[in-house]
T-cell receptor, first 114, second 112 residues
Framework: DTGVSQNPRHKITKRGQNVTFRCDPI?????LYWYRQTLGQGPEFLTY????????KSRLLSDRFSAERPKGSFSTLEIQRTEQGDSAMYLC????????????FGQGTRLTVV | TQLLEQSPQFLSIQEGENLTVYCNSS?????LQWYRQEPGEGPVLLVT?????EVKKLKRLTFQFGDARKDSSLHITAAQPGDTGLYLC????????????FGAGTQVVVTP
């Protein structure tokens, strides 16, 4: 069990560029979550998948953001036309399905938009 | 806007002292989790409390869930420098414990 893996760990991009992050969950976990954390704040929920189905999206997830989990395994989060306000740590977590199943987080991707 | 309020925001103590971090809300949660986060890393789960009034101990850490399942506390006895970190509480409102509402965190610094 290698835990939740996120790539890249750090990304610096110019305003207006598109970026894509990848998350590989723990292998037997069929739920996958994306969170965003800005400096001095706790993580904020963005969206989650059960297998390949995206079951919920937060209002924080503007139309410039899109998340996919095409085969129910890894997931990608794409941000189009990045803005400076998108600078944050993007965290991925995974869990099993069922009552009382805790989520485990990856190390995150730190995005800086310049 | 964080629905879970943590206090204090920052705590600096000497090695060997005790500390308590509080997590309060006006909402009822089906479970409440405590995480610790190091700079540049993701949160690491410490404990989950589910039952109102529940107390869980993890070595020198004691976690309590309020009777009404709206608040929680974390108490560290005889703090060590390795306890330094950002402590986050997070509540789940459904049986899916991965969809969480986090507090803003309490930064704890333990100096030798």
């Amino acid at each position: 069990d290698t835990g939740v893996s996120q790539n890249p760990r750090h990304k610096i991009t110019k305003r207006g560029q598109n970026v894509t992050f990848r998350c590989d969950p723990i292998s037997e976990h069929n739920r996958l979550y994306w969170y965003r954390q800005t400096l001095g704040q706790g993580p904020e929920f963005l969206t989650y998948f059960q297998n390949e189905a995206q079951l919920e999206k937060s209002r924080l997830l503007s139309d410039r953001f899109s998340a996919e989990r095409p085969k129910g395994s890894f997931s990608t989060l794409e941000i189009q036309r990045t803005e400076q306000g998108d600078s944050a740590m993007y965290l991925c977590a995974s869990s099993r399905t069922g009552i009382g199943t805790e989520a485990f987080f990856g190390q995150g991707t730190r995005l800086t938009v310049v | 806007t964080q629905l879970l309020e943590q206090s204090p925001q920052f705590l600096s103590i000497q090695e060997g002292e005790n500390l308590t971090v509080y997590c309060n809300s006006s909402s009822v949660f089906s479970s409440l989790q405590w995480y610790r986060q190091e700079p540049g890393e993701g949160p690491v789960l410490l404990v989950t409390v589910v039952t109102g009034g529940e107390v869980k101990k993890l070595k020198r850490l004691t976690f309590q869930f309020g009777d009404a399942r709206k608040d929680s506390s974390l108490h560290i006895t005889a703090a060590q420098p390795g306890d330094t970190g950002l402590y986050l509480c997070a509540g789940a409102k459904t049986d899916s414990w991965g969809k969480l509402q986090f507090g803003a965190g309490t930064q704890v610094v333990v100096t030798p």
